[in-house]
């Protein structure tokens, strides 16, 4: 597996996590009776604190991710000198054309989720369904066409483009 693939997996488990613990925390105290579906002010706020925490998670873990691979790639030329293994580490961060081609084909999945799920969201309030419906179609919409897009980006490694 490519530093990109390992890379994208990494973002995109890291993303799933996020997402469960989110409507674990925030359904589970709609369950619970602890806050109501017109308490806009409480959704807004989990949902920005969970991308708060997206966020801070992410870089840390990529943080980590860099730094493990660092290791295990010295772990695996152990036998070259550090200037090789240096070498080896940045050739296989740089991006180039193909990642660059990848990277827009599948960013184009998740701006097409996003917008799908956008106008979902406006119809679920023409359908008169109560606002925090419309907030978490929007919020689920983000982070699925996030998933697709690693997912299409791991694809593309595969297959080609």
């Avoid at 530093?3 to 989110?22: A, D, F, N, P």
């Avoid at 406006?122 to 699925?144: G, I, R």
Wanted: hydrophobic share 50%; net charge neutral.
């Amino acid at each position: 597996m490519s530093y990109q693939e390992k890379r994208t997996l990494t973002s995109m488990v890291s993303g799933v996590v996020v997402i469960i613990s989110y409507y674990l925390y925030a359904f589970g105290k709609y369950q619970k009776g602890l806050v109501g579906v017109s308490d806009l002010k409480f959704w807004a706020g989990t949902m920005l604190t969970f991308i708060g925490i997206g966020i801070i998670a992410s870089i840390i873990i990529m943080i980590l991710f860099h730094i493990l691979y660092a290791i295990a790639l010295a772990a695996k030329q152990r036998h070259y000198d550090e200037k090789e293994i240096s070498n080896t580490i940045e050739s296989s961060m740089v991006e180039d054309e193909m990642d660059k081609l990848i990277g827009l084909k599948s960013s184009r999945i998740g701006f097409i989720c996003a917008g799908v799920g956008f106008v979902g969201a406006l119809v679920t309030l023409l359908f008169d369904q109560p606002p925090m419906v419309m907030l978490n179609l929007l919020f689920f919409s983000f982070s699925l066409g996030s998933l697709f897009e690693g997912g299409l980006t791991l694809y593309y490694y595969r297959k080609g483009v």
